[in-house]
């Protein structure tokens, strides 16, 4: 009896170990509402502007995001790229900790290799590594306020 009593207990500590290593991902966003944590207590609030649109963005509470919010005011001229993201290059490096993409949601705001904005203005799925750093909290009319070419998009603090 005692020994039965030993391997339930063994199996549950493994299983709560194992589950609490493999069974959360700090970069997914699930549902749209919440960070990467699961609630909005460390999410921080930006605006996004392009041309006379105005959107809300959440950045997840990670180093990568952190060190885009301390660039806060940016205006950059964002580059059209494969006709559902708009891309802008940084100067230097960012902390990236990149995971494979899956799927992309329209909104979704992230950081490929360690130096490139990315905006996704249309969901899709993709085996490309990502950094997340926020979604746009309603991202209706995204795709329309980008367009089909380059865009000026500007980042502030909300």
Do not use: H, W
């Not at 790229?81 to 949601?105: T, W």
Request: glycine share 6%; proline share 4%.
């Amino acid at each position: 009896m005692k020994l039965k009593s030993l391997v339930t207990v063994i199996a549950i500590i493994f299983v709560f170990t194992f589950c609490n290593a493999s069974c959360s991902n700090d970069n997914q966003r699930v549902p749209r509402q919440n960070n990467e944590n699961g609630n909005n207590n460390n999410s921080t609030k930006m605006k996004i502007t392009i041309g006379t649109t105005v959107f809300t963005a959440t950045l997840y509470d990670n180093p990568s995001a952190a060190a885009l919010k301390a660039m806060l005011p940016l205006t950059v001229n964002m580059t059209e790229l494969n006709s559902n993201e708009k891309y802008y290059d940084f100067p230097s490096a960012l902390p990236a900790n990149a995971s494979i993409g899956g799927n992309l949601k329209t909104g979704d705001l992230a950081l490929y290799g360690n130096n490139v904005l990315v905006l996704f203005y249309k969901t899709f799925n993709t085996s490309y590594s990502y950094t997340k750093l926020g979604y746009i909290d309603n991202p209706a009319g995204l795709a329309a306020a980008v367009g089909d070419g380059n865009v000026i998009v500007k980042f502030e603090n909300n």
